[in-house]
């Protein structure tokens, strides 16, 4: 069997989830998200556990088992706790700001870039001196968060040679060693 799909979800208090046919919703602190599932794969609620289950062992059917398991547990742990990703920016006279939901990013091209965010999503920004400037990105849709992340990175990713351009917090970069000096 999956060992993903094997594991259990154990509902956090506060988290309601409902089964209708093939579509499973969460209500929990951080608001609710559904999630539309394979109506092959069977789900069971019983006393604050969620157990997914398979009704045969073939290929198509041990994919699905895994994947309904990890996007149950991401609704559960988004109504719950939600998400954050932290990305940065590196390089000289690269900022960042934000108003509301609009967020104005500055990295050597000669206009600022101008991001709306959906309004299920909220940013941050922080810059302190001494350090790259910050954005924060949180909500309660992890393939949200990640999408708006991907296409903020988009926007300049970072170069192999000095490491430059928007990043992730934590990201290890493998930077290419440049150019040598011609032979006499």
Known sequence: MSRIGRKIIEL??????KLEKNL???????????QPIDPDMSV???DGVLTVSRPTEQKRHKALHGLTRALINNLVIGVSDGFTRQMELVGVGYRVSNTGNLLEISIGFSHPIM???????KVE??????SN?????????KQLVGQICAKIRSFKKPEPFKGKGIKFTGEILRKKAGKTAGKK
Do not use: Y
Not at 115 to 121: G, H, M, Q, S, T
Not at 125 to 130: A, L, Q, R, S, Y
């Open 133 to 141: 400037p910050k954005i924060i990105i949180s909500g309660n849709d």
């Open 24 to 34: 499973i919703t969460a209500k929990g602190a951080k608001g609710s998200l559904s």
């Open 125 to 130: 920004t922080v810059t302190e001196k001494g």
């Open 115 to 121: 991001f709306a965010l959906p309004a299920e999503v």
């Open 12 to 17: 956090p208090k506060g988290v309601e989830v």
């Open 44 to 46: 069971a609620i019983e």
